[in-house]
């Protein structure tokens, strides 16, 4: 496994998308959505590729979280949790139920 730390989630975005992770999903309502398109996928449809989290500098007990998926379709992007706990927590609880399979290889490593 390799360990590789951002020092911002846009630092991580760029490195990843720069990889072909190009695609950007919402999580709101309960419901992982396409962003370009507004296709919406159930947790089944989801593999979990790499996530990484980050410490916000304004508030040291507030993290975030940051997923890189590649969906049933063939789409893969990233998706990150709109503002506030509950909301993280509905995206935690929503991963929690895809499939995992981190590469052995980082994306931004390839």
Known sequence: MHLIRFDSPANAVHRICSKGYTRAYNFRDGQLRHRQTGKEYQPQEVEIIEQ???????????????????????????????????????????????????????????
Do not use: W
């Open 52 to 110: 990484h989290r980050f410490r916000r500098h304004s508030d040291t007990g507030d993290n975030t979280v940051l997923f890189v998926v590649k969906c049933q379709d063939g789409t893969k992007g990233i998706v990150m949790p709109a503002d506030g706990p509950s909301t993280q927590l509905d995206l935690l609880l929503f991963m929690d139920q895809a499939q995992v399979r981190f590469e052995e290889s980082p994306a931004y490593l390839m």
